[in-house]
């Protein structure tokens, strides 16, 4: 069957938007099927840069159809402007499709996940305060309100008063901040319900009908691994779960449909938010790792931490996707490093482990078993193949093919779409 997942296999970040943009040439339809505007997908187009939050990162191919699934949350805010400047840059959305049943961010989703956020204090999360925490909750709380409601004027006021009588309850007695207006946000979410009507579908179906003509459809991954509510590093993880296997649920497929699952991660490892990181490198590794890198969020700015990459999750990573290959990033940066070390097992209370703790405690008493490495140039007007790598840069790559027990299949060694080499 022809579909391909990429998702990524760290704390997100680590390239998914380029090689989604690469591998939706060859694709007819791209489908985001989870998260929302917490995402910030980068794609470099002849040294120039986009940011992609809520758009699929196929949208800069012609022709293909860009979908954006039942399992995401939507700002309409972030989406319309989005929309708009992606057509101002000559992009067309003629093609762009958004599911009747994902949910909508509304105002008081983004003022509640600031209000946690504070109220958490010293055990905050450290949130993209995007609102998609909050607006899942409303999701599984059955208070949400999806698309197909918004677009529905009289459904949409009814929902929209039920709510905020009862967010405005939460936000002045328990947080004493002002009410919100539910004339104001009825007339701005109004106006965007007009501008998003053409684009709702059930997406569902075009994906089905998609697949029974055989075409081929791809499915972008937000967020990674140790960001899902399941297998990541709870609670410092992201609302959704942004494994492959909710393609199934996000996207409205049946689980028979995935034939290829391609896992991207840097060549070194990092994470924006708190929570645990055994091979973080809070030292001058750690900054020159950020500086080479440019490691600062797509979303909010905020620099990224840094350290090396760590195959114990990569493993996990591997196991719970069900990955079929790697796509890794970031060649470039990690070999200009000199002495690198790759994280291959933990050690914890004395023993060895290879298994990722589920326990916090555990994992923050993890001390990681490391291999050394020396560096590598990777002259971009050079490397044109797997063959033209430096002999230093494939025993890096080999040796995690080796551990992680998965074909390496795509190289990155730069920003740009062109700087990606294939490798079989
Ligand atoms: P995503 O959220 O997974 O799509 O990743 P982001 O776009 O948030 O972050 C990845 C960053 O790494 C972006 O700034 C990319 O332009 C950059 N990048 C991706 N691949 C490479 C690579 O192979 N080398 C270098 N130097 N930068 C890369
Ligand atoms: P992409 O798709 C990196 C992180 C936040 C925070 C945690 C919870 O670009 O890889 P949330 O706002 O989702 O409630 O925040 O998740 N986070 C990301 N980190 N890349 C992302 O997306 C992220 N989306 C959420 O920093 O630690
Ligand atoms: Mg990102």
């Given at each position: 069957?022809p579909?391909?997942?990429?998702?990524?296999?760290q704390?997100?970040?680590?390239?998914?938007?380029?090689?989604?943009?690469?591998l939706?040439?060859?694709?007819?339809?791209?489908?985001?099927?989870?998260?929302g505007n917490?995402?910030?997908?980068t794609?470099?187009?002849?040294?120039?840069?986009y940011?992609?939050?809520?758009?699929?990162s196929?949208?800069?191919?012609?022709g293909?159809?860009?979908?954006?699934?039942?399992?995401?949350?939507i700002?309409?805010?972030?989406?319309?402007?989005e929309?708009?400047?992606i057509?101002?840059?000559?992009?067309k959305?003629?093609?762009?499709?958004?599911s009747?049943?994902?949910?909508?961010i509304?105002p008081y989703h983004?003022?509640?996940d600031?209000?946690?956020?504070?109220?958490?204090?010293?055990?905050?999360?450290?949130?993209t305060?995007?609102?998609?925490?909050?607006?899942?909750?409303?999701?599984?709380?059955?208070y949400?309100?999806?698309i197909?409601?918004?677009?529905?004027?009289?459904?949409?006021?009814?929902?929209?008063?039920?709510?905020?009588?009862?967010?405005?309850?939460?936000?002045?007695?328990?947080?004493?901040?002002?009410?919100?207006?539910?004339?104001?946000?009825?007339?701005e979410?109004?106006?965007?319900?007009?501008?998003?009507?053409?684009?709702?579908?059930?997406?569902?179906e075009?994906?089905?009908k998609a697949?029974?003509?055989n075409?081929?459809v791809?499915?972008?991954g937000?967020?990674a691994?140790?960001?899902?509510m399941?297998f990541?590093t709870?609670?410092?993880?992201?609302?959704s779960?942004?494994?492959?296997?909710n393609?199934?649920?996000?996207?409205?497929i049946?689980?028979?449909y995935?034939d290829?699952?391609?896992?991207v991660?840097?060549?070194?490892t990092?994470?924006?938010?708190?929570?645990?990181?055994?091979?973080?490198?809070n030292?001058?590794?750690g900054?020159?790792?950020?500086?080479l890198g440019?490691?600062?969020?797509?979303?909010?700015g905020?620099p990224?931490?840094c350290?090396w990459?760590?195959?114990?999750?990569?493993?996990?990573a591997?196991?719970?996707n069900?990955?079929?290959?790697?796509?890794?990033?970031?060649?470039?940066?990690?070999?200009?490093?000199g002495?690198?070390?790759?994280?291959?097992?933990?050690?914890l209370?004395?023993?060895?482990?290879?298994?990722?703790?589920?326990s916090?405690?555990?994992?923050?008493?993890?001390?990681?078993?490391?291999?050394d490495?020396?560096?590598w140039?990777t002259?971009?007007t050079?490397?044109?193949?797997?063959?033209?790598?430096?002999?230093n840069?494939?025993k890096?790559?080999?040796?995690?093919?080796?551990?992680?027990?998965?074909?390496?299949k795509?190289?990155?060694?730069?920003?740009?779409?062109e700087?990606?080499?294939?490798?079989?």
């Amino acid at each position: 069957m022809p579909v391909k997942v990429v998702v990524g296999t760290q704390w997100g970040d680590e390239g998914k938007g380029k090689y989604i943009d690469i591998l939706a040439k060859d694709s007819d339809y791209i489908v985001r099927f989870s998260g929302g505007n917490n995402a910030g997908h980068t794609i470099v187009l002849k040294d120039k840069k986009y940011a992609l939050h809520l758009l699929p990162s196929g949208i800069f191919h012609e022709g293909k159809i860009c979908l954006i699934g039942n399992g995401t949350v939507i700002d309409p805010k972030v989406l319309i402007n989005e929309i708009k400047n992606i057509n101002s840059e000559g992009y067309k959305t003629d093609n762009l499709f958004i599911s009747d049943r994902a949910h909508v961010i509304m105002p008081y989703h983004i003022l509640m996940d600031e209000l946690q956020e504070k109220f958490r204090g010293d055990n905050c999360i450290g949130t993209t305060k995007r609102g998609i925490g909050p607006a899942y909750v409303d999701k599984a709380d059955r208070y949400g309100i999806r698309i197909c409601d918004l677009i529905e004027e009289d459904v949409f006021v009814e929902k929209v008063k039920l709510n905020l009588q009862f967010k405005n309850e939460i936000l002045t007695k328990v947080f004493n901040v002002s009410p919100l207006s539910l004339d104001e946000i009825i007339s701005e979410y109004l106006s965007y319900a007009k501008y998003l009507k053409g684009f709702v579908r059930d997406t569902s179906e075009i994906v089905f009908k998609a697949l029974k003509n055989n075409k081929n459809v791809l499915f972008e991954g937000a967020q990674a691994m140790f960001l899902d509510m399941d297998f990541g590093t709870y609670p410092y993880v992201t609302s959704s779960n942004p494994i492959g296997g909710n393609v199934c649920i996000g996207g409205g497929i049946g689980p028979i449909y995935v034939d290829q699952v391609f896992g991207v991660l840097k060549a070194y490892t990092s994470r924006v938010g708190e929570g645990p990181f055994p091979t973080e490198q809070n030292n001058s590794t750690g900054d020159m790792i950020r500086d080479l890198g440019s490691e600062y969020g797509t979303t909010t700015g905020r620099p990224r931490r840094c350290g090396w990459l760590d195959l114990v999750m990569i493993k996990f990573a591997s196991r719970v996707n069900g990955l079929t290959a790697l796509a890794i990033n970031h060649i470039d940066t990690l070999g200009k490093l000199g002495k690198i070390k790759l994280c291959i097992a933990y050690e914890l209370d004395g023993k060895r482990i290879e298994e990722f703790p589920a326990s916090l405690k555990k994992l923050s008493k993890c001390k990681p078993i490391y291999e050394d490495f020396d560096g590598w140039e990777t002259d971009k007007t050079k490397v044109k193949t797997y063959e033209d790598l430096d002999e230093n840069a494939k025993k890096y790559l080999r040796r995690i093919e080796e551990i992680v027990g998965i074909k390496v299949k795509l190289v990155g060694i730069g920003k740009d779409r062109e700087d990606t080499i294939s490798v079989y």
